[in-house]
């Protein structure tokens, strides 16, 4: 007989009046009497009260003989985690405290997980796409990333850790581990996320951010996705109890200016510009952000460029240069990884002209004992491998390389790969460089014709620059954002050059103030024809110009044949049709200025063409840098030889002014008499009807111990 409606009512009434008479029962039973919890209270106040009185003498025992900050503040919390998990289990002990009462109490007291960052990624990271083995992260995948990610960890006495790399090795993936372990295990430090650019910020980090947010459980419930979420910016991701990721780019000033801060992420920094401007360089700035902070942390992590101008290797230079040395699996030599012992055999058949030839196997050599090691040996070699330093003396500051050699099978190039890759470009300068940096995480050094700038500071003489019998005084002017910078040559016959000085004038070019400091400068040289770069500004450039017909714009165009100035035929030719439209800008060939400025360096002896430096405090090291900053290199592309002038280093401004001036005073026209040598078509004659004083000498007058002619 079915149950009408009521009686199903009534039944489910009691069913529930019964789960409310149990869990009734249950509170009375786990309900303790007022008599009884006084004593529980009184029990566990006498037992805090004796540890707390124990706890000064066990944290001076634990810091006796220290003198080393980060160590002390490390053998404190060890104390302090200590001390609260013996105290746990001495209020379990107590026979007066009954367990409801000393198991939150228990609970409360325990110390946090000392987890790693690579144990924090074991655990909770999880990547759904843009890998070959989506699910949990395993750091036991890319063992050599263990040691880096740990180096990062809180309670690591390392401060900063550089890692130079090869592409494609997880050194990306060290960035967002620690951003998951920061917002998730510690949850109250602000850190400053940089990257080359505010557009790669937007189009690339922020993606990314995103997507490991979501995929990771843990941190999803951090943030919010929701566009009107104004917590989660392009420029900001707030989390926690007010902890920021600040996002920056390292061509932007004002995006590095952030509150200070404990950590800072630094991605593909040889991307970044050695100098914004009036703000200098913005590793320093980063690292401006963090003094206030002893324990500050900080992860650079790069593919390396060009040798003298990699921001990594510099880096990695200062640091206590780690290298993955794994074990043979033949004699268990323990050795790096390097291309030198890598080989490789063609298919049958192939030839080794052919830079598309399949290739049939490849091995490294073991250095010990000369046996092949195969790639399947890998997995089991990165497991047992151990980064070693080659400068233990430097603790806190940790640097590790890594090629693509290391690259797990299955995550990363193949051997083959990198064979096919290398030969590929044995014809192509640009692939071989892409092949140095991307595939052996190295810096690419510029191989060609240049000078030497250590034996230039030889060159200085003490010499009255008053008393040189010259000809004519000249300047050469490079226009940069933030400056003027001027080098004053004075000319003998023969283009003998006597260099005076090398000025920076500071200040906006974009403003009047450095061009109004400008002609006072040369007028105190006595410096009768100038040349100015104008290919920055050149709207300043021309108007400054323009109204003195002692000046001339000039324009820098690359180009082994283009001579250093135009033929005068052409020049005038030129001339007659720009006069109707302003001030000329003058066309140079810096390649074969390079040259001849180069070439007349290295000569011996004093005499037409040789170049002076008089002894002044402004030729110091960096000033010879710059004039030796660039290199003729032989370059191999598409299987022909091209000669090109390459810079070995990020400034060459001295080298440019150098030119500038020799420009000057070829378009003045006031030395016709071109050295032997050179190989050099002489000048034309003196040109009344051009720009400039007349070709006369003209009369000298001492200003400031230089003579003038204003």
């Not at 200016?257 to 510009?273: G, K, Q, T």
């Not at 300047?475 to 080098?487: H, K, Y």
């Not at 974009?510 to 400008?518: K, R, V, Y």
Request: proline share 6%.
């Amino acid at each position: 007989m079915m149950a009408t409606l009521a009686e199903l009512q009534s039944e489910r009434e009691r069913l529930k009046a019964l789960e409310e008479r149990r869990l009734l029962a249950d509170e009375l039973a786990a309900t303790l009497e007022s008599r009884e919890v006084q004593a529980a209270l009184q029990a566990g106040r006498a037992e805090m009260q004796r540890a707390i009185a124990e706890l000064p003498d066990r944290l001076l025992e634990a810091v006796d003989g220290e003198t080393e900050e980060s160590r002390i503040h490390y053998r404190l919390s060890d104390a302090c985690i200590d001390w609260l998990r013996e105290q746990g289990q001495s209020l379990q002990g107590l026979e007066d405290l009954p367990e409801s009462v000393a198991g939150p109490l228990v609970r409360a007291m325990r110390p946090r997980d000392l987890l790693t960052v690579s144990q924090w990624a074991d655990r909770h990271r999880f990547m759904e796409s843009g890998t070959n083995v989506p699910g949990q992260w395993r750091t036991d995948r890319a063992p050599y990333l263990r040691e880096i990610m740990d180096s990062l960890s809180e309670h690591s006495p390392v401060r900063q850790v550089t890692f130079q790399k090869a592409a494609g090795v997880g050194g990306t993936e060290v960035l967002y581990n620690w951003v998951g372990y920061i917002m998730h295990h510690l949850g109250n430090k602000d850190t400053l996320l940089v990257v080359p650019t505010l557009e790669l910020r937007n189009r690339s980090l922020n993606p990314r951010l995103r997507k490991t947010f979501k995929e990771t459980p843990v941190l999803s419930e951090l943030v919010t996705d929701q566009k009107r979420n104004r917590a989660n910016r392009d420029d900001l991701v707030e989390y926690g109890a007010q902890a920021r990721i600040i996002k920056a780019g390292a061509n932007s000033p004002d995006s590095l200016r952030s509150d200070h801060l404990p950590y800072v992420i630094a991605d593909e920094i040889d991307a970044f510009p050695w100098d914004l401007g009036q703000e200098g360089d913005p590793l320093s700035l980063i690292r401006n952000r963090q003094r206030t902070f002893s324990r500050a942390k900080t992860y650079l992590v790069s593919t390396p460029t060009v040798e003298h101008e990699s921001h990594i290797a510099s880096s990695y230079a200062t640091s206590d240069q780690r290298q993955y040395h794994v074990p043979c699996p033949h004699c268990g030599h323990r050795h790096p990884l390097e291309w030198r012992n890598f080989q490789y055999r063609l298919a049958p058949g192939a030839t080794r002209e052919d830079p598309n030839a399949e290739i049939a196997a490849t091995w490294m050599e073991c250095p010990a004992c000369g046996e092949a090691i195969e790639e399947h040996h890998k997995p089991d070699m990165l497991a047992a491998g151990h980064w070693i330093p080659q400068r233990p003396g430097i603790k806190a500051h940790r640097g590790y390389h890594l090629n693509a050699l290391y690259a797990p099978v299955g995550l990363g190039p193949r051997w083959a790969d990198l064979a096919r890759d290398w030969r590929q470009a044995q014809n192509d300068t640009a692939k071989l460089k892409a092949f140095t940096n991307t595939h052996l995480g190295e810096v690419w050094t510029e191989q060609g014709d240049g000078i030497e700038d250590i034996s230039l500071i030889t060159r200085l003489e003490d010499v009255d620059p008053a008393a040189l019998q010259t000809l004519v005084t000249t300047a050469g002017v490079d226009v940069q954002q933030d400056r003027l910078e001027s080098t004053i040559a004075q000319w003998g016959a023969g283009e003998e050059a006597w260099v005076i000085d090398h000025v920076i004038i500071p200040g906006d070019t974009l403003t009047p103030e450095p061009w109004d400091q400008l002609e006072p400068l040369l007028r105190d040289y006595g410096v009768q024809f100038v040349a100015v770069d104008a290919g920055y500004n050149t709207g300043a450039v021309q108007s400054w110009v323009q109204p003195r017909a002692w000046a001339f714009a000039t324009k820098g165009l690359a180009g082994l044949s283009r001579p250093l100035i135009e033929d005068e035929r052409k020049r005038r030719q030129r001339l007659r049709y720009r006069r109707k439209k302003g001030a000329p800008v003058e066309p140079i060939g810096v390649d074969e200025g390079k040259a001849l400025i180069y070439s007349r360096i290295k000569r011996e002896q004093p005499g037409p063409g040789y170049i002076h430096w008089v002894d002044s405090p402004a030729f110091d090291d960096e000033y010879f840098a710059q004039v030796a900053a660039e290199k003729l290199v032989r370059k191999r592309k598409r299987g022909r030889d091209l000669h090109e002038w390459v810079a070995t280093r990020p400034r060459n401004e001295a080298l440019d002014c150098l030119i500038l001036a020799l420009v000057a005073l070829r378009l003045s026209g006031r030395d016709t008499q071109a050295p032997s040598g050179d190989g050099e078509p002489d000048q034309q004659e003196d040109r009344a009807d051009e720009p400039g004083p007349k070709p006369q000498r003209p009369a000298r007058k001492r200003r400031g111990g230089f003579a003038t002619n204003w």
